[in-house]
């Protein structure tokens, strides 16, 4: 059940169900129309930013649950945010009163805590499991960044963070895209510290990862109808296609990254989206619903990328360690034979 | 292999060293001769308190690692602490290389280690494990509560965060005593918002985990030589025996805690010690100590607890959320039948 780095799930868990909600901006690209709650308001109705995150990620997880259909509360909450002492995900968790496991991998965090709930159930420790995220760009941009009031200008080589929250179910039985294998991922950093280029300093953990893969599984890039990478966005999507070809390793037929697509091209974003609400929100609206469609998208390998960045370290001198976690997740009855 | 809450390791993964660092303070106590390397100076040598945290992080899974003479590299690392962004963890990810799941509950972040740590190599998914977590006064001060440097006078309430690391190898085989089940805890908040009442805000959480796990497994405290919390000092102690008295539980027997053991009685701490480091110094120094000697103490239900408390979310007027989850950690060859 383990080569390498890489975890196979032989009971195949199911996302049964998710549920997502995003801003304003978000929902003007292409996960308008497959997001459970757009918002007109990217305070949801709170008054500060902070409280808005909060109530994404409950309504994410909530309604994830509800769309789930369960006999019974979910077993266990996996979940981590952006913010100091993940308290999004701590908030929901008290509000909605599941056993509580916190993790934290910035940005990758969707893709740690499906491949967690993917052992905790596979294992036998979990009937079901909810793993979910969110970011919003107001909360994390006055954390890791400056006061929004400052106006500051934001460089060409910047991603914008993503306001949304996504929530995914896990269970038994027959219903919905499988769980396969996974990938754990380890910190690489090749010096990066510039706090407005996470595309850059992210792009070499998600290759390190997706090549570990490869080579865990010995699969072809081919296996997979999409490679979905987390928030690289447009610079950081080069760069991983880059490190990899360099290993002879070509993923540009079927790479896409949740960062490059989410915003619409009319909007002016420099690299992309950013945060661990962009590949939450793409991966649990857009994606899931191709994979539940089943007809081009069937294999996809989800590789949500996070930039352990702490503003007191990078202000002590220090560069950005970065990780991927890699979770395969396919669609119908016929999966590779190394993983049943 | 679940009840309830309470999930059961069928085959046993060992605690197959640990190793602990701590700063001078600490060892003044009952743990400075159980400790590797009991320190003379809280910087470590280092230029910033958050250097000497992440270089005792490191030294603490390096020793441990190095004293379990495994074959080859651990397949994984469970690791968080109290610094933002975890960063203490994620360098010491960085600089071994290894598999990262970076995690976050705080204070019981030792007992989220060891019970992920658990059901990984359970389940088939790792060989190996560390678990893993550190705390520094300093750096924690200025981080939830003043800078050093303002001189506040401490509240007859409050705790003072240990200086100090952790790190325990799981391993199958037959070498150090056993992971035999664990209870995940959910939020439990009361309402305290007292960010120098540590011990009062986390013992409900306690309490409840506690009590889960006692109906899930069907025991008596009687059952465990050594009910051990984390860090609810002396206030959070009498708390906890209280409410679980309340409910008909009694555990005043057999229960002790990290934080008001580990500081010795004529150091001036108040409620007694707190920070991810208090359990993690105290369980895997003293208390691994006891469990290998195996003639008094053969049976300890550790049960890490954590207030997962934000300064901005304090700032927004929070409450406090807590938690804590419970790991069974048996010596000897004869394990209660029903974890079988």
């Known amino acids: 059940m383990q080569t390498g780095n890489t975890v196979y799930f032989r009971t195949k868990p199911r996302i049964a169900a998710t549920a997502t909600v995003a801003g304003p ?63 999004s995900a701590s908030f929901t968790a008290r509000a909605t009163g599941l056993p509580f496991l916190g993790i934290y991998n910035a940005c ?3 893709s740690e805590a499906l491949l967690l709930g993917g052992m905790l159930l596979d294992g036998g420790y979990a009937q079901t499991a909810v793993a979910a995220t969110g970011s919003h760009f107001s909360s994390a941009e006055r954390q890791y960044r400056y006061p ?3 106006g500051n200008t934001r460089p060409p080589q910047s991603q914008w963070t993503v306001t949304g929250a996504g929530s995914a179910v896990l269970a038994r039985g027959e219903e919905g895209p499988a769980l396969t294998c996974g990938t754990v991922g380890r910190v690489i950093d090749y010096g ?15 290759a390190d990862t997706i090549r570990k893969h490869l080579i865990d599984t010995g699969r072809d890039p081919s296996y997979y109808d999409l490679i979905l990478t987390g928030d690289l966005g447009v610079l950081g999507s080069r760069l991983v296609k880059d490190l990899l070809w360099e290993k002879g390793i070509d993923i540009s037929a079927n790479h896409a990254d949740c960062g490059e697509i989410i915003y619409a091209d009319n909007e002016d974003e420099f690299q992309g989206g950013s945060g661990a609400g962009c590949s939450a929100v793409v991966f649990n609206s857009y994606i899931y619903d191709l994979l539940r469609g089943g007809s081009k998208v069937n294999k996809v390998l989800l590789v949500a990328t996070g930039a352990l960045l702490s503003t007191v370290s990078s202000g002590q001198g220090e560069s950005i360690p970065c990780i991927a976690h890699a979770v395969a997740i396919e669609q119908g009855r016929t999966f590779d034979r190394e993983t049943n």
Chains 1, 2 share one sequence.
């Open 148 to 150: 929004l009031e400052l």
């Open 108 to 110: 990758s965090t969707m």
């Open 25 to 87: 901006k978000e929902c003007a690209g292409v996960v308008g129309k497959y997001v459970d709650l757009p918002l007109d308001d990217d305070t949801f109705g709170e008054d500060t930013f902070e409280r808005a995150e909060r109530k994404m990620f409950l309504y994410a997880v909530q309604k994830s649950i509800e769309k789930a259909n369960l006999a019974a509360p979910p077993d266990v909450f996996l979940a981590g945010d952006l913010l100091n002492q993940i308290i």
């Open 192 to 206: 990066v510290s510039d706090v407005n280029n996470m595309g850059a300093a992210m792009a070499p953990a998600a």
